[in-house]
């Protein structure tokens, strides 16, 4: 199985490793992360799909963190399986996701 990391994925977990009391060994595990782990680089396509997600979920009245829809517009854009343990990527229609 070949995982993929987006950059909106990074950002976060940059986020969550300055907020932490070991900042800098987390963000050591992160980029050693990166290292194995290629770009699902984001693009006009990406753009475009994030532009259809998010109108379709304000539509159904389900909205979902704004880093979110550009996680799953990557992963739509790419045809790839998102993995995650957020629940709330289940409203964003023809998205493959796995929650762990």
């Known amino acids: 199985m070949e995982v993929f990391l987006s950059l909106t994925v990074i950002g976060e977990l940059l986020f969550g490793a300055e907020k932490s009391r070991d900042s800098e060994a987390n963000r050591d595990r992160i980029y050693r992360l990166i290292e194995v782990c290629p770009l699902a680089p984001h693009d006009l396509e990406t753009a475009a799909r994030y532009g259809v997600v998010k109108a ?21 854009r790419h045809g790839l ?8 990527f289940e409203y964003v229609d023809g998205l493959q996701f796995e929650a762990w």
């Open 56 to 76: 379709l979920l304000q539509g159904k009245g389900r909205p979902i963190p704004e880093n979110d829809i550009w996680i799953a517009a990557c992963a739509l």
């Open 81 to 88: 399986t998102l993995v995650t343990g957020d629940g709330h």
